[in-house]
């Protein structure tokens, strides 16, 4: 392909539609025409990155391989495509100004005014073509966050409004996607809130070409040539998106059957045939109809908002994917099982899963939670603060040091048997500080771990300050806990498990961000063998 080809995903009417999902599904389908695609997301706030953000605000934090605390969307563009993202994937307003503020200090610009138009706008569209050139990828997608009409968007708009014109038609393409709502009184779908987001894009000068309508109800013709008269979007480029029954998943095919894949590459010129899409309709078929089911508690203190463990839910659906095994997901908030015990949110679950997370609040719970699973021998994953759950769990009551704690919980503990790394004790920042990223992890052979991974060296992402603390390691082991991975130099403790328990294991990296649907973690799909065997 001479050129690399542009498509930019705006959203209107509401946020949480699901552009990233629809730009994901969209990469799939491409990908299978046998296309190198990649994927981006410009987030209009002001923070510099998301990973000093409440996950009640923001969800989770997705880590890269190279260590950029991005955006949850990212972890949609890595399960649903090859996409080789950096940090240079995520931009959001708070990079694009530390940079221009940065260039103006040093006189960059010689002493000319500052603005929007040209400066932060060049500083968007120099983002695109680092991506472009860095990924060098036939189709690059770059999803706006926000709304259209949100007054911190404005820039990212007009930047790619500037963008397209630069790499003309034939190479660029926007996709719009929007709410169809419907009123139950009046017993219709609605297109007027769709035509007015789309007449404050044409304001801004970017003519959609295509539409993305979120619906509950399927769209009949009338609203479909409504939307393509009023919106001036060709009747055939009016796509269906309704919500799925089983899986987001399922998208992609919805996507498929809508002849999205044909109507983008009969734009920009694209040539590749329709890819094979058997694998994926394999994979649906489990989840539709599993031949087993089992019981999973994920034991966390942000349960209240679902995307707060997003890459954690969709790895243990992956993992059942590929089990042929329905995955019921039960959410409980720690703070419950420390006023009224683990056993009335624990007994008869198949598995225990605890989390990573940050502060106090709730701690005592995940630990009555790892306790719960010790002793009932109920199949145990524990991730980043899970495995520090684990081991302050295994040391007050295995070993006897009844204040065994963490310092991030307690500066004071006599037994820290978990601790600050050294390179951390005089950082201030909250920002980007942290260890994170991709580092190599050495297993132990015979273990558990070992087995499941099936090779010696493994290369996890890590997001935290506190270390198991060496002092207590010889104690440990010798009381029945494995140190079954480490990193090359044998410093670090990076996974757990017990002996004479059939699945408790925890790893100190964050494995939820490398599982796909259709390779599921090898660390999930052993905790959910082991809890199939346990129910």
Partial sequence: MPHPKYIFITGGVV????????AASLGTLLEKRGLKVT???????????PGTMSPFQHGEVYVLDDGAETDLDLGHYERFTSAPLSKRNNLTTGQVY??????????DYLGKTVQVIPHVTDEIKKRIREVAAESKCDVIMTEIGGTTGDIEGLPFLEAIRQFALEVGPENAL????????????????????????????REIGIQPHILICRTEYPLDRDTRQKLSMFCNVQIDAVIEEMDVNHSIYEVPLMLEREKLDDLVCKHLRIENPKGDMSDWQSFIANLIAPKHRINLAVVGKYIEHQDAYKSIYESLVHAGGALATGVEITKIDSEDIESEGAAKFLEGMDGILVPGGFGSRGTEGKIMAAQFAREHKIPYLGLCLGMQI???????NVLGLRDAHSTEFNEKSPHPVIALMN????????????????????????????EAYGQPVIDERHRHRYEVNNAYRARMEENGLTIAGTSPDGKLVEVIELKDHPWFVACQYHPEFKSKPNAAHPLFMGFVKAALAQH
């Fill in 174 to 201: 926007f996709m719009h996607v929007t709410l169809i709502p419907y009123i139950k009184a009046a017993g219709e779908l609605k297109s007027k809130p769709t035509q007015q987001s789309v007449a404050k894009l």
């Fill in 15 to 22: 946020s949480s539609l699901g552009k990233g999902l629809t």
């Fill in 423 to 450: 390179e951390q004790h005089d950082v201030v920042d909250k920002g980007g500080t942290m260890r994170l990223g991709s580092s190599p992890c050495h297993l132990v052979e015979g273990t558990k771990v070992r």
């Fill in 390 to 396: 684990g081991v302050i769990e295994f040391c007050r």
């Fill in 39 to 49: 994927l981006q997301k410009f987030d209009p706030y002001l923070n510099v990155d």
């Fill in 98 to 107: 530390e940079t221009v503020l940065m260039k103006e200090r040093r006189g």
